[in-house]
């Protein structure tokens, strides 16, 4: 089977910078993705790490360590509308399909 | 627009009843899934079709009985609603059976009284 620990809650202050970690217990990997989603909409998709490394786009950068079974959303420069959940999900081999975390609430304060 | 679409956005009904839920993706995707989110906002995965095939089907009720006419449409049919059964349900697709990416529809939300 699959699991994935991520943090409940976050706060953090407009314009700096947090981190929200992801371990996951899988057999089999193909890769661990991330996901928003505001309260009342559906889940959007922001980054897809398959190989070791940290993959950026624009404010957001996401981590993965195969190795330590570990990964990491980072977001910097933080908007007001960046308050939302942030799900981080696991594609084990053969299994076709995505589990996901429980999500992180992230509240950005002024 | 390309996109994800479910119809209705809210559904409001009575336990025992019967109803249906449509998905639509113009994205082009082969991949197509149905998710519960229940009030803890926990995503769990109930089925996914590849190229109208069914390929996970996990352990849901067999009041729900997914149907995908093509590629493009995968419906969601429950009977005999429950209380039980609110929640938030989002269609997604995916590029790659593998699924790493998923793009998701805006969600139905089913309330049951």
């Known amino acids: 089977g699959q699991s994935l620990e991520q943090p409940s809650e976050v706060t953090a202050v407009e314009g700096a910078i947090v981190q929200i970690n992801c371990t996951y217990q899988?057999?089999?990997?193909?890769?661990l993705s991330w996901y928003q989603q505001h309260d009342g909409g559906a889940p959007t998709f922001l980054s897809y790490?398959?190989?070791?490394g940290l993959e950026e786009t624009g404010r957001f950068s996401s981590f993965l360590s195969r190795s330590d079974s570990y990964g990491y959303l980072l977001l910097q420069e933080l908007q007001m509308k960046d308050s939302a959940s942030y799900f981080c999900?696991?594609?084990?081999?053969?299994?076709?399909?995505?589990?996901f975390g429980k999500g992180t609430k992230l509240s950005v304060i002024p | 627009d390309t996109a994800v679409s479910q119809t209705p956005k809210y559904l409001v009904t009575q336990m025992g009843n019967d109803k249906s839920i449509k998905c639509e993706q113009n994205?082009?995707?082969?991949?197509m899934y149905w998710y519960k989110q229940d009030s803890k906002k926990f995503l769990k995965i109930m089925f996914s079709?590849?190229?109208?095939?069914?390929?996970i089907n996990e352990t849901v009720p067999n009041r729900f009985s997914p149907k995908s006419p093509d590629k493009a449409h995968l419906n969601l049919h429950i009977n005999s609603l429950e209380l039980g059964d609110s929640a938030v349900y989002f269609c997604?697709?995916?590029?790659?059976?593998?699924?790493?990416?998923?793009?998701f529809g805006p969600g139905t939300r089913l309330t049951v009284l």
């Open positions: 997604a697709s995916s590029p790659s059976i593998a699924g790493g990416v998923q793009f």
């Open positions: 899988t057999s089999g990997f193909y890769g």
């Open positions: 790490n398959a190989l070791d």
């Open positions: 999900a696991v594609n084990g081999a053969g299994s076709y399909q995505l589990t």
């Open positions: 994205l082009g995707h082969d991949t």
């Open positions: 079709y590849n190229n109208k095939e069914l390929i």
